[in-house]
């Protein structure tokens, strides 16, 4: 059973930054892609940036230059450092793994995500 618990949401300032977290535990496959995704109301979940198993990080266009994603092997936490965030960027994240080969932001790939965490950013 693979569990995925998210924290570090709140709300900013438009400009301010924020650093999500994800504890990662229970899957029993090796190397997992990590991916973080958002959804806001009335949106599609999109992804906002992946850690594939030999370190490779994916951006979304809308992210690069402002988000980055890291993981810390020894307590297995993948977090999300977010600078520079702005109005739209004001979503529930989420984190999920994924167990097969490949990562990217197909979200309908990815077998296990967690519950979530809501960042607002006010103009």
């Known amino acids: 059973q693979v569990n995925l618990v998210e924290s570090g949401g709140g709300s900013v300032q438009d400009g301010g930054s924020l650093t999500l977290s994800c504890a990662v535990s229970?899957?029993?496959?090796?190397?997992?892609?990590v991916a973080w995704f958002r959804q806001a109301p009335g949106k599609e979940r999109e992804g906002v940036a992946a850690l594939a198993p030999r370190g490779s990080q994916y951006y979304a266009d809308f992210v690069r230059g402002r988000f980055r994603i890291s993981q810390d092997k020894a307590t297995n936490i993948v977090s999300l450092q977010m600078n520079n965030l702005k109005p739209e960027d004001t979503a529930m994240y989420y984190c999920?793994?994924?167990?097969?080969?490949?990562?990217?932001?197909?979200?309908?790939?990815?077998?296990?995500w967690g519950q979530g965490t809501q960042v607002t950013v006010s103009s």
């Open positions: 229970g899957y029993t496959y090796n190397n997992p892609c």
């Open positions: 999920a793994v994924k167990r097969m080969p490949g990562c990217g932001f197909n979200a309908r790939a990815f077998d296990s």
